[in-house]
């Protein structure tokens, strides 16, 4: 059996890991974007 974790303890690692994302994301368009800009 899958032992289902608590959403309140899951949330922060999740929240996180898409916080990253989102970051590590913005930071690899930035170039591109400033490119387009111009």
Known sequence: ???ITPL???L???LL????LK???SLSLLP???LVMN
């Not at 890991?17 to 990253?20: I, P, Q, R």
């Open 1 to 3: 059996m899958l032992t």
């Open 23 to 25: 970051q590590a994301l």
């Open 12 to 14: 922060p690692p999740l």
């Open 32 to 34: 591109f974007h400033k």
């Open 17 to 20: 890991l898409l916080m990253s």
């Open 8 to 10: 309140p303890l899951m």
